[in-house]
């Protein structure tokens, strides 16, 4: 069974084993260097709201946040899934997480959400999801690689 709650400190060692690659934390969190640390993590929560995770049966399994909350426009970031949860339906519970969050905490018209390229699970989802294109960006990986970051939104209703 799938429940989600705000992130707490006992939290952070669990999440930092999340990405297994300097790639998979690339996906996720950009700014951060491999292998992620508590202390980077603390300070990413610290910069951002709503930080929630997922438990599956208990187990702390996922992480999101919003990196941006105003404006009628919330984005979702640092998104985390444990190996072993992927392919469960764990980040599609915790993006309509978000995005419930986002209408009911700061009154979200529409929900923002970026993608790299190379992150094809990640892409499909969010398509599935009602996420639609709408910017592209460049960027560089770790590896030195040229790399597209996919810029999508949904609209969703407020719960006004």
């Known amino acids: ?3 989600h709650r705000s992130v707490e400190e006992s939290d952070l060692q669990r999440v930092c084993a999340f990405p297994k690659s ?5 996906h996720a969190y950009p ?5 992620l640390t508590a202390l980077q993590l ?3 929560i610290e910069q951002r709201r709503d930080s929630t995770v ?13 990196y941006r909350w105003e404006d009628g426009v919330c984005c979702i970031g640092n998104l985390l899934v444990a190996p072993d949860a992927r392919g469960r339906g764990v980040a599609q519970h915790l993006v309509e997480t ?3 969050l986002a209408r009911l905490r700061h009154d979200a018209a529409e929900v923002q959400i970026s993608c790299f390229n190379s992150n ?3 892409l499909l989802l969010y398509t599935k999801l009602g996420f639609v294109p709408f910017g592209l ?10 790399v597209a970051l996919l810029h999508m939104r949904r609209v969703v209703n407020s719960p006004k």
């Open 54 to 66: 997922v438990e599956l049966d208990g187990a702390v399994v996922a992480f999101a946040n919003f």
């Open 42 to 44: 603390k300070q990413a």
């Open 120 to 122: 094809t699970a990640g």
């Open 22 to 26: 300097a790639q998979e934390l690339f």
């Open 98 to 100: 978000m995005i419930e």
């Open 1 to 3: 069974m799938l429940r």
């Open 137 to 146: 960006e460049e960027r560089t990986a770790p590896d030195g690689q040229r």
């Open 31 to 35: 700014k951060a260097l491999y292998p």
